[in-house]
């Protein structure tokens, strides 16, 4: 009998118990789906080797949010180490830095921080203001900046990416894919080990504040050791996860989940999965094949992490200059959805203005349109999409004051309790303690 089972008894050992622990938590994640997956891909590799481990849909557009600060921080680390920037230089906050919503740190205007310190904003607590900072004083302007960032995307083989600002808040032509993070996070480890720390950082210190790290699955899994949480309503919440067991290093990426603490679960449960799994041969990263960019729209998360609607209609104060009009739709999602197309058009992605969806006067509809753009723009973007067939009005600043005056402005949309999506634990607030009644003799 001994010998029977002398096998099963050394499986449970206490040297088995933390792999067991591993198993059992993949079996019992993977048992509550399919609520407990993502609704966007996911994807688990190897960022020594490339290699990739699982992915689902890893080739399929999504929207980055702050996931895109990855880029940002590559950037200025090329800048740290070819000299153009220093981690103590000095560099002015300006209005527009200033201006950009939260996640903040709120330096007023004209103060200036460090290079060290905007970085340590931008990667621990995500702060939006820190990343037009760092772009400004790198490039000197957002578009300059955006114009690096996809530049460098380009020479990395990150096919399926276009960013337009460094922050990451929502843009119609802000995309990339799971295959295109994991290849950014794997350059990031690989060419610039010695700013590793950003990612693993605990907290950030502000005079006496200290503002935690908004990757909670570093406190969550002891193995954890980096790297950056995103989150905007269209996109929901976004996180790129490594983790370090017995001297391997794994990554994972997943987009789309539905709150802060399902996105570390599911990286949890990628991870310890990836570290179950003996070696073999397994593709690369750049074996996935992305969707040709506007094949298909990303899908958007509003409706299910925001509970609200996906459409933000445009205010009259931002209506201005020349602009296109892709024609007038019933509603307003419609007419999103055909935006939404049109934006990721090899026509769309460059155009420097404002996209949106503007309700028309007298009940009219509402238009997929963008505007703040000059007429020689207008005029050749629209000559591009009757090329491509597609229908394209060139709209003058005059109509545009006229829906302004005519069309009152949409509610304001509901704001997002924690813009980054923060999943950090909040403290439990203990009942008072109730007097125990005297009992009568």
Known sequence: MSERFGPIRMFWSRPH?????????????????????AAGPTLLFDPATQEVISQDRAGDPWYPASITK????YIIFQDLKSGRLKLDQKIPVSELAHSQPPSKIGVPVGQTVSVDF?????????????????????AGS???????????????????????NPNGLFDHRHITTARDIAIL???LLREFPEYDHYFSQPYL????????????????????????TGFVCNSGFNLVATATHDGRRLAAVIFGANSGKHRVDLA?????????????????????????????????????????????????????GWGISFGNYENAATADMALRGRMLSSSGMELPGQPGVIRLPEKRGFAAAMWNLDQPTSEAACARYHAE??????????????????????????????PEGDDLSKPVKKKPAQKKKKKKN
């Not at 210190?205 to 950056?228: A, F, H, P, V």
């Not at 074996?287 to 899908?299: D, F, L």
Request: with cysteine; aromatic share 4%; glycine share 6%.
């Open 17 to 37: 118990l933390p792999i067991l622990r591993r198993i059992l938590l993949v079996i019992l994640v993977w048992a509550a789906a399919p609520q407990a997956m």
């Open 70 to 73: 990855l880029m940002t921080a």
């Open 118 to 138: 905007a970085l340590q904003a931008l990667l621990v607590y995500s702060a939006n203001d820190m990343a037009y900072v760092l772009a400004e004083g790198a």
């Open 142 to 164: 957002i578009p300059a900046f955006a114009a690096r960032m996809n530049a460098q995307a380009r020479k990395l083989g990150m096919t399926g990416s276009h960013f337009v």
């Open 185 to 187: 996070a794997s350059a």
């Open 205 to 228: 210190t502000i005079g006496k504040r200290r503002l935690s790290n908004r990757n909670s699955l570093l406190r969550q899994m002891k193995e954890s050791d980096g790297m950056k």
């Open 268 to 320: 949890e449960m990628l991870l310890t999965d990836g570290f179950s799994r003996g070696p073999d041969s397994r593709p690369k990263l750049q074996s996935i094949a992305n969707i040709q960019t506007g094949g298909i729209v990303p899908t958007d998360m509003t409706a299910q992490v925001c509970k609200q609607k996906p459409v933000s209609l445009a205010t009259s104060k931002s209506l201005g």
């Open 389 to 418: 067939k597609a229908p394209c009005e060139v709209i003058p600043p005059e109509t545009f004051a006229k829906i302004a005056a005519l069309v009152p402005d949409p509610p304001p949309p509901k704001i997002v309790a924690d």
